[in-house]
């Protein structure tokens, strides 16, 4: 009986890591292109520096217009690698991992201009939330 209990127990508690899992890969996913598709353009306090739109804070960092396309279709690439998880799981570590990283990048271009904690908030939710994919997919896998 006790061997039963500790099985379901072990269920549950997969079950439960995979559910958070899998609404940390949707939120990541759709945080993402929103930013990028629908936000590109407009204000957000998140924006380093002073900038406006999405080219001017990559100015911001010393970055070239098309740094930010190559950074943006890297994100874009992670965030659908982290839906098409859902189907191929295969994509899975891969997206998250790239996710991470550029997350990590985000963070650290923050840093060096000297933002406001603010500004860090959305690249280091993400960032954790990238991580804590890669950890649960791992985890469940082994």
Do not use: C, Q
């Amino acid at each position: 009986m006790l061997l039963i209990n500790k099985f379901f127990y072990l269920y549950k508690k997969l079950k439960k890591m995979k559910i958070l899992k899998y609404f940390l890969m949707s939120t990541i996913s759709l945080i993402v292109l929103n930013v990028w598709f629908f936000r590109f353009n407009t204000f957000t306090i998140y924006r380093g520096g002073n900038a406006t739109n999405m080219i001017e804070e990559f100015a911001v960092y010393g970055f070239s217009e098309i740094v930010v396309y190559i950074i943006g279709g890297l994100k874009i690439l992670a965030a659908f690698g982290l839906l098409f998880g859902f189907v191929f799981e295969k994509t899975i570590l891969p997206a998250a991992s790239l996710m991470g990283t550029l997350m990590l990048g985000a963070i650290i271009m923050h840093f060096k201009i000297n933002d406001e904690a603010i500004k860090f908030l959305p690249a280091g939710l993400l960032f954790i939330s990238s991580l804590t994919v890669f950890y649960l997919h791992k985890k469940e896998k082994s």
